[in-house]
């Protein structure tokens, strides 16, 4: 029998301090049938630069790309979306929270706001959305940028566990009646240990600006329901088959395709780096041995400067297989995200 945590009455719902919004940033709110979106952006350093749209992971928000994006804001015109469920956007009305689902936002969001065809970014489960979105609708894809993508693993990391298990029905409730005393810190260092290759890069700053997005994200109503469906959305994608098969929209997608894998990532097996640069035809791989499961977060400027690359080789695209670059140990210090 399913057991999912109660919905909080409307009357019940408690308070919600806002979400951080950087120097320089903006956050748009955009209507589409059945879905309100809150998407970030910076300006760009000037006019006519070529759009990008990022999309974030599971539990993570459009904040996580705000680096990256003040690191490419000379060379793209930046957006990030906070998928439903997640950021500043509430659940989507029909609460489909299933990778296709997302695809579909993604797509009717490039296409509402008229920027399209985009340089698509993803990092881990918004790695998956974004492939299904190159695969299926390549006229909206001009480069795909993957960062850790959430694609099918035969053998799951030992740690990557605890996160599929969400997807079974009641494991979200007793994990959140297990760690009913854990404090907004303790869960804090729990993610930051998880997803970055050394916590400790994280800067008192950007660590309190971690807790703070953790206590607004747990005063949430709907929360763990969407970080449950959502884990759920992911292992279904995993069993599908045949042409729904994200390893074999991988195969599909036209786009010139960069890479990122870390040598760290808990979430992500770094053994299937070799596996996604074969299965994108135009691929080029960048491996960051230090870094975990959010490199453009860790990296920023060196997941930038690939970016650059791949901009700049659009025009002319190699012939053969994808091509491996191999990034030293990162020594820039991380700013917060």
């Not at 599909?252 to 053994?271: H, I, K, N, Q």
Request: proline share 8%.
């Amino acid at each position: 029998m399913s057991c999912e945590l109660p919905p909080v009455p409307a009357a019940a719902e408690p308070k919600v301090s806002a979400v951080r919004v950087a120097p320089g940033e903006e956050l748009t709110t955009v209507e589409l049938p059945g879905r309100t979106l809150v998407v970030r952006s910076r300006p760009p350093a000037r006019a006519g630069l070529p759009p990008a749209l990022f999309v974030h992971g599971l539990g993570g928000s459009s904040q996580n790309w705000s680096a990256l994006m003040q690191s490419l804001a000379g060379d793209l015109d930046a957006e990030a979306l906070d998928l439903p469920g997640f950021g500043e956007s509430p659940p989507p009305d029909d609460g489909d929270y299933s990778i296709t689902g997302q695809a579909r936002t993604v797509v009717r969001l490039i296409e509402a706001r008229g920027r399209g065809p985009v340089h698509l970014a993803g990092n881990s489960m918004g790695g998956a959305v974004a492939t299904r979105v190159a695969a299926a609708r390549p006229d909206l894809v001009r480069t795909l940028t993957l960062v850790s993508p959430a694609l099918p693993e035969i053998r799951v990391q030992r740690t990557a566990v605890p996160t599929g298990l969400l997807a079974v029905p009641g494991v979200a409730s007793l994990f959140f009646r297990m760690t009913k005393g854990w404090t907004p810190e303790d869960r804090t260092r729990g993610v930051l240990s998880l997803t970055y290759g050394d916590a400790a890069r994280v800067d008192e700053e950007g660590y309190r600006h971690a807790v703070h997005e953790m206590e607004r994200r747990l005063a949430l109503p709907y929360f763990w329901d969407a970080m449950t469906r959502s884990a759920r959305g992911i292992v279904n994608a995993y069993t599908l088959g045949g042409q729904q098969g994200l390893w074999r929209q991988a195969e599909r997608v036209l786009a010139p395709t960069l890479l990122v894998y870390g040598g760290r990532d808990r979430l992500v097996s770094f053994r299937m780096a070799r596996k996604a640069a074969t299965a994108f035809r135009e691929s080029r791989l960048l491996t960051l041995p230090d870094a975990g499961h959010v490199a453009m977060m860790e990296y920023p400027h060196i997941v930038a400067d690939a970016v650059r690359e791949l901009l700049a080789e659009t025009a002319e695209l190699p012939e053969g297989e994808g091509r491996t670059v191999t990034g030293p140990p990162a020594r820039e210090t991380h700013t917060g995200s």
